[in-house]
């Protein structure tokens, strides 16, 4: 069954980076992209972007330009979401979500999130 | 990209039906068949429970309908049963992006 497994909870200072992970399982990685999706607390949900899993090639939604990457290590079926010059204001949990199948990008499968909290 | 407009809540008795609306523009759910809902229960992921517009995935109990006029989509939940208690997320593809509507908490008086 598809499964996607990620970092556990972080908690860094202001201006430090941080890099979570999302290891994929029952299914070809390269054959769907992975979306990323952020909920600050008490928020709603705001998608960050995908990253094309067989090329590489990231899509980023307004907002998360700059301080935000997607990347891959396709060679242990994983994605990364890495952020820089970290603020208070990226407190949120983020998830990694896997398409109903492999002609959209409609996130169906999530990760069970991960809590990245920035806090001096 | 504006997030899409959902109420922040909305409430029903075990039983009776509700419907949840979701108002974007012509450059997203006006202009798109790939609307979705989601269901997130408190400190869990979502879950998709309608995709395109008015489609159910696998499991997803037919209780739960979607439709679209125009720029409004709207998710009607059928027969309430407590555990349809959750926050509801609307969703739609809007040209080379995806946007999430702010969500509505709905509550099983």
């Known amino acids: 069954q598809v499964q996607l497994v990620q970092t556990g909870s972080e908690l860094k200072m202001p201006g430090a980076s941080v890099k979570v992970s999302c290891k994929a399982s029952?299914?070809?990685?390269?054959?769907?992209?992975m979306n990323w999706v952020r909920q600050a607390p008490g928020q709603g949900l705001e998608w960050m972007g995908w990253?094309?899993?067989?090329?590489?090639?990231?899509t980023y939604a307004q907002g998360f330009t700059g301080r935000f990457v997607f990347s891959l290590d396709t060679s242990v079926s994983t994605a990364y979401l890495q952020i820089s010059s970290l603020k208070a204001e990226d407190t949120a949990v983020y998830y990694c979500?896997?398409?109903?199948?492999?002609?959209?990008?409609?996130?169906?499968?999530w990760g069970q999130g991960t809590l990245v909290t920035v806090s001096s | 990209q504006s997030a899409l407009t959902q109420p922040p809540s909305a409430s029903g008795s075990p039983g009776q039906s509700v419907t949840i609306s979701c108002t974007g523009t012509?450059?997203?759910?006006?202009?798109?068949?790939?609307v979705s809902w989601y269901q997130q229960y408190p400190g869990k992921a979502p879950k998709l429970i309608v995709y395109?517009?008015?489609k159910r995935p696998s499991g997803v109990p037919d209780r739960f309908s979607g439709s679209k006029s125009g720029n409004t989509a709207s998710l009607t939940v059928s027969g309430l049963q407590a555990e349809d208690e959750a926050d509801y997320y609307c969703?739609?593809?809007?040209?080379?992006?995806?946007?999430f509507g702010g969500g509505t908490k709905l509550t099983v008086l």
């Open positions: 012509s450059s997203d759910i006006g202009g798109s068949n790939y």
């Open positions: 029952g299914y070809t990685f390269s054959n769907y992209v």
């Open positions: 395109e517009v008015r």
């Open positions: 990253i094309n899993t067989n090329t590489g090639n990231p």
């Open positions: 969703s739609s593809y809007a040209g080379t992006t995806r946007v």
């Open positions: 979500a896997r398409p109903l199948d492999g002609t959209t990008t409609l996130p169906n499968y």
